[in-house]
T-cell receptor, first 114, second 113 residues
Framework: EAGVTQFPSHSVIEKGQTVTLRCDPI?????LYWYRRVMGKEIKFLLH????????ESGMPNNRFLAERTGGTYSTLKVQPAELEDSGVYFC????????????FGPGTRLTVT | AQSVTQLGSHVSVSEGALVLLRCNYS??????LFWYVQYPNQGLQLLLK??????LVKGINGFEAEFKKSETSFHLTKPSAHMSDAAEYFC???????????FGQGTELSVKP
């Protein structure tokens, strides 16, 4: 069974540019989560999808971040325009409904904004 | 606000020595508790979890953790460290099944030969 995959693994962009991160959850997992770790800080929750609906987006830092999960499969997280403080590692996780204590994490996307 | 504290951002032990990584949470309501490990260039992997069953939880790779409600703690231990245990360890909690995880700051474990 394939795990959670994320693309790209690394991205370096300039301030003001746009970047789109993608997450493919484990097949059949209706819960999908985005987290971020800024250097030197703890991993912080961004948002949670159940299928295609946003269940909790309380962690989204501002309206420069847009997350989508069309069709309830893969998800994208767009940052537009990117700022220096957006640099960090963005993790995606998924879990099945009804057995969702454990969240399965992807390897993360390291975003560097210069 | 609910928070998780991991004491020590870096811990170094000798191979064969006891590993003790500390985790405390701040809440009067017992949460669900987790320890994750991240090896270099990999995603987070679940080591073990406490979901209100036995207070002593055994996980993978010989790790275990004990939930102590009176101390609001969930410390991670392993009797004998291996070189392969070198990684970053994260304590996390959530307060509703399927909800967001709240993480501690992470502890990087080094194992000396």
């Amino acid at each position: 069974e394939a795990g959670v995959t994320q693309f790209p693994s690394h991205s370096v962009i300039e301030k003001g540019q746009t970047v789109t991160l993608r997450c493919d959850p484990i097949s059949g997992h209706d819960n999908l989560y985005w987290y971020r770790r800024v250097m030197g800080k703890e991993i912080k929750f961004l948002l949670h999808f159940v299928k295609e609906s946003k269940q909790d987006e309380s962690g989204m830092p501002n309206n420069r971040f847009l997350a989508e999960r069309t069709g309830g499969t893969y998800s994208t997280l767009k940052v537009q325009p990117a700022e220096l403080e957006d640099s960090g590692v963005y993790f995606c996780a998924s879990s099945p409904l009804g057995d969702d204590y454990e969240q399965y994490f992807g390897p993360g996307t390291r975003l560097t904004v210069t | 606000a609910q928070s998780v504290t991991q004491l020590g951002s870096h811990v170094s032990v000798s191979e064969g020595a006891l590993v003790l990584l500390r985790c405390n949470y701040s809440s009067s309501v017992p949460p669900y508790l987790f320890w994750y490990v991240q090896y270099p260039n990999q995603g987070l992997q679940l080591l073990l979890k406490y979901t209100s069953a036995a207070t002593l939880v055994k996980g993978i790779n010989g790790f275990e953790a004990e939930f102590k409600k009176s101390e609001t703690s969930f410390h991670l231990t392993k009797p004998s460290a291996h070189m392969s245990d070198a990684a970053e360890y994260f304590c996390a909690v959530n307060y509703n099944q399927g909800g967001k995880l709240i993480f501690g700051q992470g502890t990087e474990l080094s194992v000396k030969p």
